[in-house]
């Protein structure tokens, strides 16, 4: 995995902080981009604070190939993303003329007419050098600059958005994961079989998940890698490892309830 | 607000970057947080590598009053928390004859009696003073270590440990809220005029979010802040701007669906 392509995503928005709103799009673009071969390797969650999102988008474009942001770009006083990163980018932030024609033309069009004032010209308003990302939900585009891709914090837009972007970007060797497990066996029971298995596997990632289930439960083990050969020869010895202490079975455990 | 105990989380584990485990724990303690007046302010989540966890944990807890985090301090391979903190304080890690003790009585009387094993005597190992956090859920503990606060990932764990801990917390005042929303009523009609309420209001947080109802929808304004004659002045004007374009209410839009 170590040649892979990095990804790093920042949440932006107090709404997150504050526990009004709960993210729903940090479990979608971690399953996305590990099929892509673009592991996710840090989230951030940071509020609408210009000086911590310039900040933070400046250390973490310097340390991942690929940087992805949600939140922040409609038209209100607290949607600072867009300007944001024209500053961290040290470049001017202006009207990105086709980007408003698209989107006077839409207003244009309903019925009625919705008014381009000054607040609706912001999600027309980018970094200077930025290419927008266009979707079917919305003509207020999204946009790439350099490797920060920016996408609205709404989750039906944002996987439109990022599904635009996929084809584009940069990808590796896509993440393989097996999963065995067995109720009524503890983690505590096979720690050291598993901590063997992964010194034999040196290249692979396995992780250990106790679950619950009423007054029973279980622990899933999880072998992930791009070598899809190493990866099922992992979990043949995860399934003999479970199977010493219970009846081991492949994939998760069924969801509760 | 500037003058309250500021939180800082740090979600531990490969399982939520990879997309297998949908975080469960950041809007429970960003809500209860807000309540105790110690306001969430970053969330990061980071991998099973340790020197990512020490650097973060040694990063955010010098900037933050409370750093807390969840994940990884269970019996197998990859629950590197707690050595990892030890290592960020540059102190010993190792057996705490106190917690050691109360897991072995809880062994015993299992039955059949479990194992106290190596992996298992992980749990009972902490960094050289650190305070355990004890709770109903289980015998291994979650610790405090100066300001940095250990729990498990478990949601269920990790609640009861969060409020054996709360009690002891410095805390500010609580964080109020007070939302209006209407239907129908769209960001860029009342951005103009949010932005002016909160130019009013500097001290105050003021946030907008859209909704959307099958073809529908609306907007949600919310003012947040520790004094609250000034939350629920803001909350009026707000009520105001979205009555003069739809019909305004009080309160959350109601679930989709």
């Given at each position: 995995m170590t040649d892979?392509?990095?990804a790093c995503l920042l949440i932006i928005g107090n709404e997150v902080l504050s526990g009004r709103t709960r993210d729903a799009?940090?479990?979608f673009l971690a399953t996305r981009l590990g099929e892509l071969g673009i592991p996710l390797r840090e989230v951030r969650v940071i509020p609408d604070v210009p000086e911590t999102?310039?900040?933070t988008v400046n250390e973490v474009r310097a340390r991942f190939t690929?940087?992805?942001?949600t939140g922040g770009i409609g038209p209100t006083h607290d949607d600072i993303t867009s300007e944001c990163i024209a500053q961290a980018f040290g470049v001017p932030w202006e009207v990105h003329e086709e980007t408003r024609a698209i989107m006077a033309a839409d207003y244009a069009r309903r019925d009625p007419p919705v008014e381009f004032n000054e607040a609706r010209l912001r999600m027309a308003?980018?970094?200077?050098g930025a290419v927008p990302i266009r979707c079917a939900e919305t003509t207020a585009p999204g946009f790439?600059?350099?490797n920060v891709h920016v996408m609205a914090g709404v989750p039906r837009i944002m996987r439109s958005m990022f599904e635009a972007l996929a084809p584009g970007l940069e990808r590796g060797r896509p993440i393989l994961s097996?999963?065995?497990h067995a109720d009524y066996v503890y983690e505590g029971q096979i720690a050291a079989g598993l901590t063997a298995i992964q010194q034999r596997h040196p290249a692979l990632d396995l992780g250990s998940y106790p679950y619950y289930r009423g007054k029973g439960g279980g622990v899933a083990l999880v072998a992930k890698g791009t070598e899809a050969a190493e990866v099922d020869a992992a979990a043949r010895?995860?399934?003999a490892l479970l199977a010493e202490y219970g009846t081991a079975r492949e994939g998760e455990p069924a969801p509760e309830g």
């Open positions: 892979n392509p990095t799009n940090l479990q999102i310039i900040g690929h940087v992805f942001t308003t980018l970094p200077r790439s600059m350099g097996h999963t065995v010895e995860m399934f």
